[in-house]
């Protein structure tokens, strides 16, 4: 299968008054064509960061200071900002956000904030960019889309602004669309909603997706393949059922016992001891160590490689092959 | 929207009652008496007493307001005590070129603070931020009566390419074009006076404005469908922050007419300012209630209109 | 991010901020450079602000004396040393305002607080006499004011105070009522926290840093006024000397065109006062704004 | 938590608490608006039981746990709290009842005042009650309390922004139950937090009832929490009680349309098994035009007629399963 997105060893590092510190480090993996990879993690993982890295809208202290980002066959990073501008971003990649109150333009119509993404990259008369509008909000399930045209974000519910940013996502219909917690901010029942759309549309635009999450029950139900990050690092990847069913890194392990589940479950939940470290505050050696049920010497001092087991990637000295343990 | 309106015009009746109220209090409460400069060793006590009478100033507070407002709201402002002039025709010949002048200093605050705002916001901490921050700053510490005499000192005086006062050339009694061109050059010194601080304040409140506008999520959206810069500052964030700045609207008009008093006294303008001190100094409190009272409906006004622009330009209140 | 600044209070926070921004530790040396002049005016020059000096023949006063050594900056219209006015005239410059600025703090704070508070109908008379005042331009109010009451340094102060308390009561107000709707309100009612308590523990605290940078806004504001009505003769009187006042010859054609050493420095004072004091107010603002 | 089932006796008692917000102005010209946030709900919460109130956005589950407290007077209706009805109190009873009766907030960031140091934070229920107690004695309670929660004394003289979301909302938990209180609604209280944390706090939770026999009205949009938590549950659509039954009984036989369709809408968690989802249709109406009828006639995909016409009654079963549907 073909790499639309490749990224390889994704590095980015924010200058504050406190000093430089590095968002995430060694970012690498790939985006299949019309497949769905999860970035899951929880605050401060560098999930965001690494989506906004790619789209180059990083905050004015971030920058990328090491790595590759190539979409189909185009090395990002080495491309001019204006042609990064004009031809990439909305084009060839777009990106849908969490909280679509805010994302949208309070003063634009609907219509308008569609049509723009078509007027700055396409040669299209007003009359085509506005039929397109309206067929591509009907795509994404708006009802009396004619109407809708003229309306102003704030007239329209969540669920429905979340698929007006979704139209504008994909109305130039790219090859990647990166969707950065695009239900987190919504009801269950919405939520349910818009993860079906987003299956749907990926088939009919051909459009692959990036999702970035911190549920893993979405993760379950929308990815292909999910990546696990955690401090800056990637810990674990692989293809979805693998993961879920055979977690490797134990953190992944963690976090898919912390959750309670639907079937009922009784007594102490299984815990993560500590808290997530924040940018500043990640220990040296493995940067899970500090709460790791697994932890050995090495892990304190040494950070580890990452390890082929099966078919998942993991970021784990118990992994490591070079050591032959007796027990696992 | 329709409703929107009357619900602010209703609101303002209180003001507009407090208004009244306050400018009377403000007279009422002041010593001395305007008929004291007229007292004539030679006349008896029974005529003064009849002159005041006559007045009116010996009714009791309440008659004086009663009967005082019904006549301001039958458009009668009044005489003068000396000379018994009409005050509505005495503030008539001075109202326009007063409205000249603060127009112009409209006009010019948000035609230059504006743009001034924008440019520091998007190069921001850059040193042409730094530069027209420092220049702001200036602006809005400078007495404007110290800033008058600078720009007289400088282009009446060293340079000699405006006229230091007055409205019009006394000698040359233009006509027609060229007398507009004669008052356009005696406004362009007095209405730069009287706006700076204007200019300065509007610029430091689109610039923060304009910052917290490109922090938002909707221009990072903007960036995300790789719109060209011009388009995300202009249509997505200019746009934006140009709404809370028509509150400015409001707040410039008593802040001009504040500074009308001072820059027409400087330059000899004969507007309401310069009459005001006039009046003041003469002790024509008729005159000075009348001023209070124009000022502040205009104010009112002025804030009335600037709320429903602001309505106008947010579809979120329109609606 | 936030668990990068470990240890440390709001206000500890603020002060670093504060430190950093050159702007602000220059408008804080300008400020305290004129406090100190204002409180040891008579050490610092050996004249008396009032004194008048005779020219060579011992007669006539010495009246509009060009800079000299005697004179650092000249003598005014009745031969009086201009430096030692203008350090004089930061006495009553800096007393008028802080006066007046306390004044309206204090009264436009508690207004404030009332009517966020409580809201309702006490809300909407207080607002509704708020807009009253803030409808009439200041000037207006201002010169309406002192000169109803005869001018004097205390009718001054009063007249500033009762014109800028507005400003102040809508800014609290309007915290307040954000404040209000905060979590940790409903946590302390739910505490058993009684509503002075709720507003002396929770509500000023919070309301405290907006307060501070009002006043000195605030504060640059009322020396502007003050030095507005004085120039206009309607503030503080001859013979006690003050920035605005010492301007008012200036109005005279030959004392603008030919004696610059008269009005040039009671100005550029004014206006070296007013910057720093901005500059100290933006610092304080950036500092504590929880945005950064 | 949900294995000690107990019928025991009844602690607090509402009766048709309804509360409704005027919005708008109170105007003449506009006519206000009325939302009516909590609609005429009765239910009751046994002592030492644990009961989920689960909802979307505009359910008015927060705004019941504020009335509850009485941190919001009701528009009508009768709160009954060990027997006595607490919505006529006045001041000083109300005072001496805020002691039995604590709110733990959302938002561990916004729930705590920022000026306060974590010890006077802890210390404010104390003073208010405690005025026997010498500062000393007072203090030593509040540093029992943080290690209670799992926290340290150290930590008194900080301030809440150096505490990670967790670490807040621990504080906030010692706060809240410093006074010994019988009854504590616990408002979304893991909701900001981090998986792996969320579980710590759930599980803290749970200890502190078990230690000092509390009784919780656990409050929250997630499903899976409200299952791992709760004896009994409460589900809420626009005001009104849809669904109120054992946990176990409602999570394995729902029986009303709209606790189907919410529990078909989640995630199984499961990426095998997600074609099962069920996807409700359309939106929450708004509640400031809530429908006559059933609230959920809307969406509802067995509606009939009179669900649209007429409001069905809570019925209770023998089992304490109670439903409020026509066609059940």
Wanted: hydrophobic share 45%; aromatic share 8%; proline share 5%.
């Amino acid at each position: 299968m073909k790499d639309v997105l490749r990224v390889e060893n994704l590095t980015v590092e924010f200058k504050t008054e406190e000093g430089t510190f590095t968002a995430i480090e060694g970012v690498s993996f790939r985006l299949g064509e019309q497949r769905t990879l999860a970035i899951v993690g929880e605050s401060g993982s560098g999930k965001s960061v690494t989506s906004l890295a790619i789209m180059q809208l990083l905050a004015e202290n971030g920058r990328v200071t090491a790595g590759d980002i190539v979409l189909d066959g185009e090395h990002l990073l080495q491309l001019p900002p204006e042609q990064i501008q004009h031809r990439i971003l909305g084009q060839q990649i777009s990106m849908i956000f969490q909280e679509p109150m805010t994302a949208l333009n309070p003063i634009l119509t609907v219509g308008d904030q569609i049509t723009e993404v078509l007027f700055e990259h396409q040669d299209i008369s007003k009359r085509d960019a506005r039929a397109r509008a309206i067929d591509v909000l009907r795509e994404v399930g708006i009802p009396s889309p004619e109407k809708r045209i003229k309306q102003y974000p704030h007239e329209l519910s969540g669920g429905m602004r979340q698929r007006v940013m979704i139209a504008m996502g994909l109305v130039a219909q790219p090859k990647v669309m990166i969707a950065d917690e695009p239900t987190t901010a919504l009801d269950v029942t919405i939520e349910a909603q818009i993860l079906d759309l987003l299956d749907t549309l990926k088939r009919e635009f051909k459009t692959s997706i990036l999702f970035v999450t911190h549920d893993l029950n979405v993760v379950a139900d929308i990815a292909d393949d999910v990546i696990v990050m955690y401090a800056g690092e990637i810990v674990e990847r692989g293809s979805v059922l693998d993961v879920f069913e055979k977690p490797k890194h134990p953190y992944t392990r963690g976090l898919l016992e912390a959750m309670p589940t639907l079937s009922g479950t009784t007594g102490d939940l299984p815990t993560i001891p500590g808290v997530v470290p924040s940018i500043a505050t990640r220990p040296a050696g493995c940067r899970f160590h500090n709460r790791c049920a697994f932890v050995h010497d090495r892990c304190r001092s040494e950070s580890p490689a990452v390890h082929r087991v099966d078919e998942q990637d993991v970021r784990c000295h118990l992994f490591d092959p070079a050591i032959t343990r007796e027990s696992e | 929207m329709a409703r929107y309106i009357l619900k602010r015009l209703i609101q303002s009746i209180p003001v507009v009652f407090g208004i009244t109220v306050l400018s009377f209090a403000i007279m009422k409460f002041a010593p001395g008496d305007p008929l004291a400069n007229f007292i004539d060793p030679t006349i008896s006590m029974e005529d003064i007493e009849a002159s005041r009478a006559a007045l009116g100033l010996n009714d009791p507070w309440y008659v004086q307001y009663a009967g005082w407002l019904s006549e301001v709201a039958r458009g009668n402002l009044g005489y003068t005590y000396a000379g018994n002039h009409s005050i509505r025709a005495l503030i008539a010949q001075r109202f326009p070129n007063t409205i000249i002048l603060t127009l112009s200093a409209f006009v010019l605050s948000f035609a230059v603070g504006v743009p001034i705002g924008v440019m520091g916001a998007i190069r921001k901490n850059t040193r042409t931020d730094y530069g027209l921050t420092v220049f702001s700053l200036v602006g809005v510490s400078i007495p404007s009566f110290f800033f008058g005499l600078l720009v007289i000192y400088l282009f009446s005086i060293l340079l000699g390419v405006f006229p230091s006062g007055g409205m019009v050339n006394m000698r040359a009694r233009y006509t027609g074009f060229a007398r507009t061109l004669d008052i356009a050059h005696h406004l362009i010194l007095p209405a730069i006076v009287l706006s700076l601080s204007n200019i300065a304040t509007v610029s430091r409140f689109t610039r923060s404005n304009m910052v917290d506008v490109l922090k938002e999520d909707y221009i990072r959206t903007a960036r995300a469908k790789g719109l060209r810069r011009k388009a995300i500052i202009y249509k997505h964030a200019f746009r934006n922050a140009l709404i809370p700045v028509i509150t400015i609207f409001g707040l410039s008009i008593p802040f001009l007419f504040s500074g009308a008093y001072i820059t027409e006294s400087i330059f000899n303008w004969p507007g309401m300012g310069s009459l005001g001190i006039q009046a003041i100094q003469d002790r024509e409190y008729g005159i000075v209630m009348a001023l209070n009272l124009i000022t502040a409906s205009l104010v009112l006004l002025g804030n009335l209109t600037a709320d429903v622009l602001y309505a106008v330009a947010d579809p979120r209140i329109r609606h | 991010m936030m668990q990068l600044f470990q240890r440390n209070s709001f206000y500890d926070l603020a002060q670093r901020r504060f430190v950093r921004n050159r702007l602000a530790i220059i408008g804080a040396v300008i400020t305290a450079v004129f406090v100190f002049i204002a409180i040891f005016a008579p050490i610092l020059t050996p004249y008396g602000p009032s004194e008048f000096f005779f020219a060579e023949d011992g007669v006539t006063y010495n009246r509009y004396a060009p800079p000299s050594s005697d004179h650092w900056l000249g003598t005014d219209s009745l031969g009086r040393d201009v430096l030692t006015r203008v350090f004089y005239g930061a006495r009553v410059t800096i007393v008028v305002a802080f006066s007046a600025v306390l004044i309206s703090t204090i009264v436009g704070t508690i207004v404030g607080l009332v009517a966020g508070f409580f809201g309702g109908i006490i809300d909407s008379i207080l607002m509704r006499i708020v807009d009253v005042v803030i409808s009439f331009p200041v000037l207006f109010l201002l010169i309406s004011i002192s000169t109803i009451l005869e001018p004097s340094l205390w009718i001054v102060v009063f007249a500033i105070g009762f014109v800028r308390w507005t400003n102040t009561a809508r800014l609290v107000r309007g915290e307040v009522l954000r404040i209000k709707q905060l979590d940790f309100i409903s946590a302390a009612r739910g505490c058993g926290s009684p509503s002075p308590k709720i507003i002396i523990r929770h509500i000023i605290p919070n309301v405290l840093a907006p307060v501070m940078v009002q006043i000195t806004i605030g504060t640059a504001q009322a020396v502007l006024m003050e030095a507005s009505l004085s120039f206009l003769g309607v503030g503080i009187q001859q013979p006690t000397p003050s920035w605005g006042n010492m301007l008012i010859d200036a109005q005279r054609s030959l004392v603008l065109r030919e004696m610059p050493w008269i009005w040039i420095p009671p100005g550029t004072v004014t206006l070296l006062l007013v910057l720093g004091i901005y500059f100290l107010g933006d610092g304080l603002r950036d500092a504590f704004d929880p945005k950064q | 938590m949900n294995h000690r089932s107990s019928t025991g006796d009844i602690l607090l008692d509402a009766r048709e608490v309804t509360k409704e917000y005027r919005l708008g102005g109170a105007f003449f010209g506009a006519r206000a608006a009325t939302l009516t946030a909590v609609n005429r709900l009765t239910f009751s919460v046994r002592r030492g039981e644990t009961l989920g109130v689960v909802g979307e956005s505009g359910c008015g589950k927060s705004t019941l746990g504020r009335v509850l407290l009485r941190l919001e007077d009701p528009t009508s209706g009768s709160v009954a709290f060990e027997g006595e009805d607490i919505v006529r109190y006045d001041h000083r009873k109300l005072r001496a009842l805020r002691k039995d009766m604590q709110f733990i907030f959302q938002d561990p960031y916004s729930s705590m005042n920022p000026k306060m140091t974590i010890r006077d934070i802890v210390l404010e229920p104390l003073d208010n009650y405690r005025k026997d107690l010498s500062v000393a004695r007072k203090e030593r309670l509040a540093g029992d309390l943080l290690e209670m929660v799992g926290l340290t004394r150290d930590m008194m003289r900080r301030y809440p922004h150096e505490f990670s979301g967790g670490q807040r909302q621990r504080v906030v938990i010692a706060r809240g139950i410093a006074l010994n209180p019988k009854f504590v609604v616990c408002d979304e209280v893991v909701s900001a937090l981090d998986v792996s944390v969320q579980a710590q706090v759930i599980n803290l939770l749970a200890d502190l009832k078990q230690r000092l026999s509390l009784t919780y009205l656990f409050i929250s949009h997630d499903l899976r929490v409200i299952r791992h938590v709760s004896d009994r549950v409460m589900v809420l659509y626009l005001g009104q009680i849809m669904e109120l039954a054992p946990a176990d009984e409602l999570y394995e036989g729902p029986l009303h349309p709209y606790t189907r369709s919410l529990l078909g809408a989640i995630s199984k968690g499961d990426p095998r098994n997600r074609q099962e989802r069920v996807i409700l249709r359309g939106e929450i109406p708004s509640p400031l035009n809530a429908p006559r009828g059933c609230p959920f006639a809307t969406r509802c995909p067995i509606a009939e007629a009179r669900c649209h016409e007429e409001k069905p009654p809570l019925v209770e079963r023998s089992d304490g399963h109670a439903v409020s549907c026509w066609l059940v």
